[in-house]
């Protein structure tokens, strides 16, 4: 007889009531649309530690729940947003943020255009090439003939 799926279980529905718990008290404390909107926008600018693969809104863990449950706590008390990405950075590293920070964020966002204006210019430049006119050639001329190498049969 095993006691994980029991104590997995208490642990699911206690996240579960602590969420619930504190969207009424978030509701009761005033949780206006604004605030809903930067709730939900911290939530997508954060990556789900679990797995890494989404963000803490689109996560289904017991991680992502308790991080959403956490972020609501940090802005009712009235933390920014930076003080809420420093304190998962601080947890997690910097792996934690959807969208790097710094000169890293310059190259991540600017990496990809200089890539698509390349190849445009590169696809741009074989279209002008290909629809440039081949030289006309005529017969061979006799200086042209006598520079040919010759076979021997």
Not at 60 to 74: G, H, P, T, Y
Not at 75 to 88: F, M, P
Not at 94 to 120: D, M
Request: some cysteine.
């Amino acid at each position: 007889m095993t006691l994980q799926p029991d104590v997995n279980r208490w642990l699911h529905k206690a996240a579960a009531n602590a969420v619930c718990f504190l969207m009424l008290v978030a509701g009761a404390a005033g949780d206006t649309p604004p605030v809903r909107q930067r709730i939900g926008r911290l939530q997508r600018s954060l990556v789900a530690p679990c797995c890494w693969s989404q963000t803490v809104a689109d996560h289904r863990s017991d991680v992502a729940l308790q991080m959403r449950a956490e972020i609501a706590e940090f802005v009712a008390a009235g933390r920014s947003d930076r003080e809420i990405l420093d304190h998962y950075v601080r947890l997690y590293g910097a792996r934690i943020l959807i969208e790097p920070e710094g000169a890293l964020s310059r190259w991540a966002n600017s990496v990809p255009w200089a890539a698509f204006g390349i190849g445009l210019a590169a696809v741009l430049l074989v279209i002008i090439r290909m629809r440039r006119k081949p030289a006309i050639v005529g017969p061979p001329t006799a200086e042209a003939i006598s520079i040919m190498p010759v076979e021997d049969p």
